[in-house]
């Protein structure tokens, strides 16, 4: 496993800057889970935060723990580590050309963005029923019910909003640590806000390389507790029956 490497003082300073400039433009877009989350975490722009004090804070809080990775892992091991409550990190921080959009997360998107989710109840026990789903699927080989948890992880811990569609706040971690994302999300005139479904997110095709013109919205985090393993497989499984929705202005 990738142990942390030590940063040059360029990287903490990247780090500084990027993380005042997303706190500023959340401060009144982020639900308030993620406020309490990042306050008991106690990230500050002083320097890289360590992974072993990260995980130590994080198991106390919620019982998760982070292990840092080289970057994106085999479906069946990101699976898994979500089932055990283990939360993989990328130890590697983008380029400062990189500050506005990157494709592949990177430490930034992981701490900033899912650790102060994950020490939500609703947030975490959904994560690690998530996981448990997926990796099942994945022992059957049941790929086509895989992609649509696939998408359902997409439209909820990625790119989630909470509230109302006219009144959303941000809960996905690439809205909370992307500083364009995270205001077109909210305030793009053009972006399609619907009510959370599951089967809608399940059949709902993404883009990866521009924002969402399309986002979900649960009416609380609470929500993510009904879906439980099973509930998460029998939606996979209908999904997987049913035609794709292709991504709003590229069908």
Do not use: K
Request: proline content about 9%; overall charge negative.
């Amino acid at each position: 496993m990738p142990t942390q490497p030590a940063y040059p003082a360029s990287q903490h300073a990247l780090w500084g800057q990027l993380l005042t400039r997303q706190r500023q433009r959340i401060a009144d877009l982020a639900c308030p889970q993620f406020q309490r989350g990042f306050a008991a975490l106690g990230l500050t722009p002083n320097a890289i935060p360590r992974f072993v004090a990260l995980s130590t804070q994080l198991d106390h809080l919620s019982g998760w723990t982070v292990h840092a990775v080289d970057g994106l892992l085999p479906e069946a091991d990101f699976f898994g580590r979500l089932a055990r409550r283990e939360f993989p990190i990328t130890w590697w921080l983008r380029d400062a050309d990189q500050a506005d959009y990157i494709v592949e997360p990177d430490l930034f998107h992981d701490l900033v963005g899912h650790l102060p989710m994950l020490t939500d109840p609703a947030v975490g026990d959904f994560i690690q029923a998530y996981g448990q789903a997926v990796t099942a699927l994945v022992d059957r080989g049941e790929t086509a019910a895989v992609t649509a948890l696939t998408r359902l992880y997409w439209f909820t811990i990625e790119f989630g909003l909470v509230g109302t569609p006219g009144r959303p706040e941000l809960y996905g971690a690439g809205l909370l640590s992307s500083f364009h994302e995270s205001h077109w999300a909210i305030h793009a005139p053009a972006v399609d806000r619907c009510p959370a479904d599951l089967i809608a997110m399940m059949r709902q095709a993404y883009a990866i390389d521009r924002p969402q013109p399309r986002y979900f919205v649960l009416p609380e985090l609470d929500q993510l507790w009904r879906w439980t393993p099973p509930v998460l497989t029998t939606a996979a499984r209908q999904a997987a029956q049913e035609p794709d929705v292709p991504v709003p202005g590229l069908a």
